[in-house]
């Protein structure tokens, strides 16, 4: 009698099993897409063999991250938004390739990390870290990284949020970055570093090679305004030396720190 029990139950399962197996078809996700029913595509949208999605597959996974991502920014939680963003471009690789939802992902993104740092949600390290990698992951969407330098900007000392700014130099979409105050701000102080820092690095990248038509003028007053000795002139003796501007004064202090093996990084 027990016998027959387990197999009665296991009789009843097994249509409940082969339903919950079942794998929707191009049919079924057109269907979900003209009802708007993005929550339940977006379940459903890789059981789509992958030769298959092209075209309308790619523009429902768009259309339904789109409302996922929107429909969460509206209750308010910045963090729980950028990681269902986050998780969305990890199970849809093919959202990397839309600026629309690349462009929701930024805004999420930015709100998550002012939070991070205005609500100390994390270390400040923490915190910029994660801002850092996020717009070096999405290095392709013009202005973010300069919006990212200027959130993090208002928390931490200028150097360390000179990788920010270099990421903004670097962006060919946004040609005012170079122009932008608080870069200029930032890689005079980092310029000050005594130590081969990354904040350095990245400042002469910034001033003598992305940047110089519009930092060209700050670094020389700022070089004339710096002691003699100073970690700044030993920071840029040597690219402006490389570049013909430096005479008399300006010239014999780098020469003797030249002597002295104060340089650094060497030229």
């Given at each position: 009698?027990?016998?027959?029990?387990?197999v009665?139950i296991?009789?009843?399962?097994?249509?409940?099993?082969?339903?919950?197996?079942e794998?929707?078809?191009?049919?079924?996700?057109?269907?979900?897409?003209e009802?708007?029913?993005?929550?339940?595509?977006?379940?459903?949208?890789?059981?789509?063999?992958?030769?298959?999605?092209?075209?309308?597959?790619?523009?429902w996974?768009?259309?339904?991250?789109l409302?996922?991502?929107?429909?969460?920014?509206?209750?308010?939680?910045?963090?729980?938004?950028?990681?269902?963003?986050?998780?969305?471009?990890?199970?849809?690789?093919?959202?990397?390739?839309?600026?629309?939802f690349m462009?929701a992902?930024?805004?999420?993104?930015?709100?998550?990390?002012?939070r991070?740092?205005?609500?100390?949600?994390?270390?400040?390290?923490?915190?910029?870290?994660?801002?850092?990698?996020?717009?070096?992951?999405?290095?392709?969407t013009?202005?973010l990284?300069?919006?990212?330098?200027?959130?993090?900007?208002?928390?931490?000392?200028?150097?360390?949020?000179?990788?920010?700014?270099?990421?903004?130099a670097?962006?060919?979409?946004?040609?005012?970055?170079?122009?932008?105050?608080?870069?200029?701000?930032?890689?005079?102080?980092?310029?000050?570093?005594?130590?081969?820092?990354?904040?350095?690095?990245a400042a002469?990248?910034?001033?003598?090679?992305?940047?110089?038509?519009?930092?060209?003028?700050?670094?020389?007053?700022?070089f004339?305004?710096?002691?003699?000795?100073?970690s700044?002139?030993?920071?840029?003796?040597?690219?402006?030396?490389?570049?013909?501007?430096?005479n008399?004064?300006?010239?014999?202090?780098c020469?003797?720190?030249?002597?002295?093996?104060?340089?650094?990084?060497?030229?």
């Open positions: 009698m027990r016998t027959l029990v387990i009665c296991l009789a009843a399962l097994l249509p409940w099993r082969a339903a919950a197996a794998k929707y078809t191009w049919e079924d996700l057109q269907v979900l897409a009802e708007g029913a993005w929550a339940e595509l977006l379940d459903h949208a890789r059981d789509i063999r992958p030769s298959q999605r092209k075209g309308e597959w790619k523009t996974v768009e259309n339904g991250a409302a996922a991502v929107k429909a969460a920014g509206t209750e308010g939680d910045a963090a729980a938004t950028f990681a269902l963003a986050e998780d969305l471009l990890t199970r849809f690789a093919a959202l990397k390739s839309s600026s629309g462009a992902r930024a805004e999420a993104g930015l709100k998550n990390f002012r991070c740092f205005a609500e100390r949600r994390a270390s400040l390290d923490a915190c910029l870290d994660g801002l850092t990698s996020f717009a070096a992951s999405q290095a392709a013009p202005g990284a300069l919006k990212a330098a200027a959130v993090a900007h208002r928390h931490v000392n200028e150097p360390y949020v000179m990788p920010l700014y270099l990421l903004a670097q962006d060919k979409g946004d040609p005012s970055a170079c122009a932008a105050p608080g870069l200029r701000r930032a890689t005079l102080r980092s310029l000050v570093e005594s130590e081969p820092k990354a904040s350095v690095v002469r990248r910034v001033a003598f090679e992305l940047c110089w038509p519009d930092l060209k003028a700050p670094v020389l007053a700022a004339s305004d710096s002691p003699l000795g100073s700044f002139q030993a920071n840029t003796c040597g690219p402006l030396t490389d570049r013909g501007l430096l008399g004064l300006r010239a014999d202090i020469k003797h720190m030249a002597e002295k093996g104060e340089l650094f990084p060497p030229s």
